[in-house]
């Protein structure tokens, strides 16, 4: 037992070690200060497994189209990614609902597959298809889904309790999914978890507890459609409030009671810091407006036109007072391209506007000490921050580990951590320097994996040395330290 203990406790994190958002401790998609890392992923040591099993990403579930590739992935649970805080992982993913009944009549995919139920069972009995695998199939045809939130314990991936919330997500079964998944936000007591329809809840950090959720759950109005997903991957914490944005608008909760504080127009959100005060820059959907809106009391402050296309989860960011986004020519014809723009607290100007850039699908951007990380296909691009002037660029070669769809960028310990595929294919893991030189050779898992789908990748968080991937069927922990 003496043993055990203390094989449990040099695996501990650090209780300050912290990846408690999509974007991490700072808002910035970077780790805090990590210990020596190992140069090549293939010397990381497995530490394990999560107790829980977590539904597979989009990346690799199936679809209406293949749907019995059910048989073997089992179902989908969104995108979303795992987060980290005083040394608990939490993670969500929805699981369809056996309260739904699977929606077969008139359903094209499944009437051209399966003339009656008997054919069905037939082609299972076939299948050597279990009876758990033959209900991963009807499941896909569910209309609604269960969330589910696990805490675990990240030395040992011990489960520390599991919240099943019924029937409040759409059961999107596809690896098609274009919209945003929702990542939770690790805070003082709570646990903010928005789902794929943009509800908002709060749990108990340390047992589960439904504290409350918004908009409160009304059985008569179940979602049974197809979703975009949230705004914004997690929620922001700023001047007391706890802000989310759906359709269309932004709100500020209580974050202990749920109570909404203020509304106002906005999408996809931005924190800003200057002057020691927090403020809001969100961009307004079908709009080419963004504005400034104080968390404080949710008063806009000003509003600017800029032609931005920030849909995507990393195609903009703040860096100081410099708010870099990409942008669409006027008139939507040709390549995108990324803006900067001087925050201030009487409006937004434009003072840099770069090259266009071949996109894969989006084009997300990471900084680090002071330089602007852009990512197009097969290619990086590095600006200056402050002029928008290119500082370098690195060109992948046709069969090199270069972006391609989904493509990440982080910060970890003076270094990037690039996973160069997210949607197709497998993931595979490497870290590059700060001037794009491979640091270490492109990683592919010996454990199940998946992958997300177009808008955002699964983010891997790295804390105190150990990254907490989300595999194809639970959270794997790998220990990067030197030995």
Not at 257 to 265: D, I, L, M, S, V
Not at 321 to 343: H, I, M, R, S, V
Not at 458 to 481: E, H, K, M, N, S
Request: aromatic fraction near 10%; glycine fraction near 10%.
């Amino acid at each position: 037992m003496k043993a055990f203990c203390s094989i449990v406790l040099a695996l501990a994190l650090s209780p300050a070690g912290s990846w408690p958002s999509f974007w991490g401790a700072n808002l910035d998609v970077a780790a805090q200060p990590q210990p020596p890392l190992v140069a090549d992923w293939a010397q990381a040591r497995p530490v394990w497994r999560s107790e829980a099993y977590v539904l597979t990403g989009y990346g690799n579930a199936p679809d209406s189209r293949y749907f019995t590739r059910a048989l073997r992935s089992g179902n989908g649970g969104g995108g979303s990614s795992p987060v980290v805080l005083e040394g608990t992982v939490y993670t969500y993913f929805y699981v369809p609902s056996p309260q739904s009944e699977p929606a077969l009549k008139g359903n094209p995919y499944w009437e051209r597959t399966y003339k009656s139920e008997d054919e069905f069972k037939a082609a299972m009995a076939k299948a050597n298809a279990s009876p758990r695998e033959t209900a991963w199939v009807l499941n896909h045809f569910r209309p609604a889904a269960d969330d589910v939130v696990v805490a675990m314990d990240a030395a040992t991936g011990a489960t520390r309790w599991a919240t099943v919330l019924p029937l409040r997500s759409p059961n999107l079964q596809t690896h098609k999914h274009r919209g945003v998944s929702g990542v939770p936000l690790a805070a003082g007591d709570t646990l903010f978890v928005p789902n794929l329809a943009s509800r908002l809840y709060a749990l108990d950090r340390a047992t589960g507890k439904l504290k409350w959720e918004s908009p409160a759950f009304d059985p008569a109005k179940l979602i049974t459609s197809t979703y975009s997903g949230p705004h914004n991957p997690s929620p922001l914490l700023l001047a007391g409030h706890v802000v989310w944005s759906r359709g269309g608008t932004v709100y500020g909760f209580d974050p202990q009671t749920g109570q909404e504080k203020w509304k106002a127009p906005g999408g996809y959100m931005l924190r800003w810091s200057s002057g020691g005060k927090d403020r809001l820059i969100a961009f307004i959907p079908n709009s080419k407006d963004m504005v400034c809106i104080d968390p404080a009391d949710g008063k806009q402050l000003w509003r600017q036109g800029a032609a931005l296309v920030a849909g995507a989860p990393l195609s903009a960011v703040v860096s100081g007072d410099t708010l870099l986004a990409a942008a669409q020519q006027e008139k939507g014809a040709g390549l995108p391209f990324y803006t900067g723009w001087q925050l201030s607290e009487s409006g937004a100007k434009q003072v840099w506007k770069d090259e266009p850039i071949q996109p894969d699908e989006n084009i997300p951007v990471t900084i680090a000490n002071g330089r602007a990380y852009i990512v197009g296909a097969q290619y990086i691009r590095i600006l200056d921050v402050a002029g928008g002037r290119k500082v370098g660029e690195r060109k992948f070669a046709q069969g090199e580990s270069g972006p391609g769809s989904n493509a990440w960028l982080g910060v970890v310990g003076g270094r990037l951590l690039f996973i160069p595929e997210g949607q197709h294919g497998r993931p595979h893991y490497m870290f590059l320097g700060l001037d794009l030189k491979a640091v270490g050779p492109a990683w592919a898992p010996t454990h199940t994996d998946t992958t997300a789908y177009n808008s955002q990748p699964i983010i891997v968080p790295v804390v105190d040395g150990r990254a907490f991937i989300r595999g194809g069927d639970g959270i794997y922990c790998y220990d990067l330290r030197e030995n």
